[in-house]
């Protein structure tokens, strides 16, 4: 049985959708308030480590600030100590902002991109369709489109030039937002926060650290779809694939 551990507290407030949606998929998974994994140090006891969405410390820092530098401060040299293995990570939107702060991503102990404010400087709360531009990370295999729920006020990706360019020939840009199968190229509402170069989604050089804006924890079942009684009804959701890709990963 694959173990995965879910951060939970102080904010976050997605967990218990993340932990139904990996245990659909096959996991033993564990909901943890912070304080409690900082005390026993548990990481190695598990395969993947979810940082969930929510709201962590209120954002009042800027998202995922101060979470990452509470982490940071506290247990940097076992969250290094877990990802130099073969394991896992997920972070869903403010967990993504958490990663990239916290420089998890794009690569190990770098802060070299950033989650920010909306273009529209408003929360956005919107299905968007997304295209699968990598074969490397492991939560997409097998997948080549997905349509999944946003749901945030700062998600718009940045990055300097050479970082960007850097990203593209490492093939760690996972998910565009796109729109009828084509790139958004930045149009509102397609691309729902202004990210440069539509990116929605990177993982780091390894494919196994993967973090997204989207919420594919919502899209475990079909009722969760907007139109699910419009003749659709058959599809296969979209974002519980991406977790089964995490489990089947230890088969």
Not at 109 to 136: F, I, M, P
Not at 237 to 249: H, I, M
Request: proline fraction near 4%; charge should be negative.
């Amino acid at each position: 049985m694959v173990n995965v551990l879910i951060l939970a507290g102080y904010g976050i407030n997605c967990e218990q959708e993340t932990a139904y949606a990996f245990a659909k998929a096959g996991a033993h998974t564990t909901v943890m308030h912070l304080n409690d994994v900082l005390e026993t140090r548990c990481f190695p006891e598990y395969q993947v480590l979810v940082f969930p969405g929510g709201f962590s410390y209120g954002d009042d820092t800027g998202s995922g600030k101060a979470l990452a530098n509470r982490l940071r401060n506290t247990c940097w040299q076992e969250l290094c100590d877990f990802v130099s293995k073969d394991k896992l990570v997920i972070g869903i939107c403010n967990g993504f902002q958490v990663m990239t702060c916290l420089g998890l991503l794009p690569s190990l102990g770098t802060c070299s991109v950033a989650l920010t404010h909306n273009t529209s400087a408003r929360y956005e709360c919107r299905w968007v369709e997304l295209a699968v531009t990598s074969d490397k990370c492991v939560f997409t295999r097998g997948v080549n489109g997905l349509e999944l729920p946003v749901a945030h006020g700062e998600g718009r990706f940045y990055a300097q030039e050479s970082v960007l360019k850097q990203l593209k020939q490492n093939g760690q840009i996972v998910l565009r937002y796109a729109h009828g199968g084509m790139p958004a190229q930045g149009v509102f509402p397609f691309n729902p926060n202004g990210s440069l170069d539509d990116i929605a989604g990177i993982c780091d050089s390894s494919g196994r650290i993967f973090g997204l804006m989207p919420h594919p924890e919502r899209y475990v079942a079909m009722t969760q779809y907007p139109l699910w009684c419009g003749g659709d009804g058959k599809r296969e959701p979209y974002g519980l694939q991406l977790f089964r890709n995490a489990v089947e990963y230890f088969s």
